[in-house]
């Protein structure tokens, strides 16, 4: 969508239907400033607060609160904000040396009508006039407030347009076409007197501006650096916005950020939006859905990127004020995020740390390397899982719906009893019956493509293959991060899986990474696959993976009774393959005794 300016006109006054704070009305107003080249602008705001709000135009964009009392019991706040329209519109007319105004009257509560249209991005798409259009098909009714406020803005743009040329009006997209209409009228009645009503101009807290800003602190600097340039796109913004948070997301916790986790969280918030009558998620949702997707650390991390606001620079050492978010929109919901903290033997670690040079990796012998207990039972459980998981999905696509007769199998399936009401008849679910039980599994995170290592390192390089300790324990081949990259404690790595096989009963696998009957493959995870197929002594094998396998791994599976069963990783819990993705390798059976002081 290009800067498409949108206006009504009335002989020399000009009015921009606006929504208060939200960046699209921003940039419609913007657009317009520029295409009428206005002599005075006027804005929707109280004028006994005029001076305030100058005052808070002027600084622009740095955040300020206009705090005003016009009864003894009763404050108000208005925002100023660079996402506003009315504000953008009074730092236009300063940066261009003209004359503004606020003309509204002081109203008996918040001044400020919430619409009940979907979210402002459809401006983005549609433009604001066909936005505007629709609006007034749905307009609210006009209450007694709306006409005394409405017949005094006409008054003082009447006024306006005697004194100037041009008379650019941004308002509410409530009031604008009435308020037009009625400075046709060639007489006023004489406005109330003007009282003085206490207000001063303030400046938020740090904790303050990341909850009670109308548009997030990440929207006003994706406005301020498409501001007079491009029509901002609030669905990239928010796109942005989640892989940026991966960085110290993945610093902070040690476990690559995988791609399909963006898909979770963009359709989770979509789907949540469309519910509530939106296109786009808030701020809110969109928050939810990355903590929901992923896990709490990564949806904070979000929330901190998304409410970071670097233009709250207070130069002129303005007085600040500790502000709620019912304090200012009278209603707020609450979000709390149950971060993964760092064990109570930290400190102890800390200590050890300090010789951090002369630890070294060093195995006795070329069979001494092993894993770290706690972290095998944990595999070993999720394999297990995986595997109920993937001879369920086989059961569900086996699974139909027959007529009652005499048995009701696995219960009534009320849809199709209702299609077909006519027939007067029950029909009952049959569950499909699988092959036979699962023996393997292949998880793959990154296929780390072979094909494309000749032109960058190869993330995954270490590939290994472990042979079970004992009978409760799978044979695992896997391929991972460089053993003595990342050195926790003497003689203590710790690696990121790119992927793993597991498979039962144990002492059987082979070293899979030297099989030449594995050397023409694309893929480490087409090798994982293929040795899973291979060394499976039970009819199903589950491949957890991005994307399916090539079809013809299936049909190679096919030649010996078997069957590949694709499991979508975004179906699994990422709070449990985070914690799965990092592993420990110990440089001998004894260095177990001491392993639990270095890992946590």
């Not at 303050?208 to 602190?217: H, I, Y």
């Not at 053993?483 to 003497?490: A, E, K, R």
Request: hydrophobic share 40%; net charge neutral; proline share 7%.
């Amino acid at each position: 969508m290009s800067f498409e300016p949108f206006y009504l006109q009335e002989g020399n006054i000009y009015a921009v239907p606006a929504l208060h704070y939200t960046m699209e009305s921003a940039a419609t107003v913007n657009a317009a400033f520029h295409e009428i080249k206005p002599n005075v602008v006027a804005v929707e705001l109280p004028e006994l607060l005029e001076l305030q709000i100058l005052h808070a135009a002027s600084r622009l964009p740095d955040i300020s609160v206009i705090q005003a009392t016009p009864e003894k019991d009763r404050t108000i706040y208005f925002m100023a904000q660079g996402t506003d329209p009315a504000f953008e519109a009074l730092r236009l007319a300063a940066e261009k040396g003209l004359s503004s105004h606020a003309i509204d009257l002081m109203g008996d509560d918040d001044p400020f009508i919430h619409e009940p249209l979907p979210d402002p991005y459809s401006i983005q798409r549609i433009g604001m006039k066909a936005y505007y259009e629709a609006y007034l098909a749905s307009c609210p009714q006009v209450t007694e407030a709306d006409s005394k406020r409405e017949l005094y803005m006409a008054r003082r743009l009447k006024e306006l347009s005697f004194r100037y040329d041009k008379v650019l009006f941004v308002g509410g997209m409530h009031h604008v076409k009435r308020i037009l209409e009625l400075t046709r009228k060639n007489a006023f009645e004489t406005p109330p007197l003007k009282t003085v009503v206490p207000a001063q101009v303030l400046t938020l807290t740090d904790k303050s501006a990341r909850e009670v800003m109308a548009e997030c602190g990440y929207i006003e600097q994706a406005w301020e650096s498409a501001r007079g340039k491009t029509f901002p796109d609030r669905q990239k913004i928010w796109l942005e916005l989640l892989k940026e948070a991966q960085l110290p997301y993945e610093k902070e916790s040690g476990v690559p950020f995988a791609g399909y986790h963006i898909g979770n969280i963009l359709k989770f918030a979509r789907n949540w939006a469309f519910i509530r009558g939106k296109l786009l998620p808030d701020l809110f949702q969109l928050v939810t859905a990355a903590k929901s997707s992923v896990d709490s650390n990564y949806g904070y991390h979000v929330w901190k990127l998304a409410t970071d606001v670097p233009f709250l620079k207070n130069v002129d050492n303005l007085p600040e004020i500790e502000l709620s978010p019912d304090d200012v929109w009278g209603s707020s919901q609450k979000l709390h995020f149950q971060l993964k903290q760092s064990g109570h033997k930290k400190g102890f670690f800390s200590r050890r740390k300090k010789d951090s040079g002369n630890i070294k990796l060093t195995p006795v012998g070329p069979f001494s390397l092993c894993s770290y207990p706690p972290e095998d039972v944990q595999i070993e459980t999720f394999g297990d899982h995986v595997k109920k998981k993937g001879v369920s999905l086989l059961s569900e696509e086996g699974a139909r719906t027959i007529p009652f007769s005499t048995s009701l199998e696995d219960g009534i399936d009320t849809k199709e009893t209702i299609r077909h009401r006519p027939e007067r008849k029950l029909y009952v679910k049959t569950q499909g019956k699988p092959p036979g039980e699962a023996s393997s599994v292949v998880v793959i995170f990154d296929e780390d493509d072979t094909e494309e290592a000749y032109d960058k390192e190869e993330k995954f390089p270490w590939k290994m293959t472990w042979i079970g300790e004992h009978s409760q324990e799978s044979d695992m081949a896997f391929y991972a991060t460089p053993m003595n990259q990342d050195l926790v404690g003497p003689g203590i790595s710790r690696s990121i899986y790119g992927g793993f096989m597991l498979t039962s009963p144990p002492r059987r696998l082979m070293n899979v990474w030297e099989d030449p009957d594995y050397f023409g493959l694309k893929t480490k995870a087409e090798v994982l696959l293929a040795a899973a197929i291979d060394y499976a002594v039970k009819p199903i094998i589950v491949y957890v993976a991005k994307k399916a396998p090539r079809s013809k791994f299936k049909a190679y599976a096919a030649r010996f009774g078997k069957k590949v069963v694709f499991v979508p990783i975004g179906q699994l819990s990422p709070v449990t393959l985070n914690k799965l993705r990092a592993f420990h390798v110990l440089d001998s059976h004894e260095r177990r005794g001491s392993a639990d002081d270095y890992i946590f």
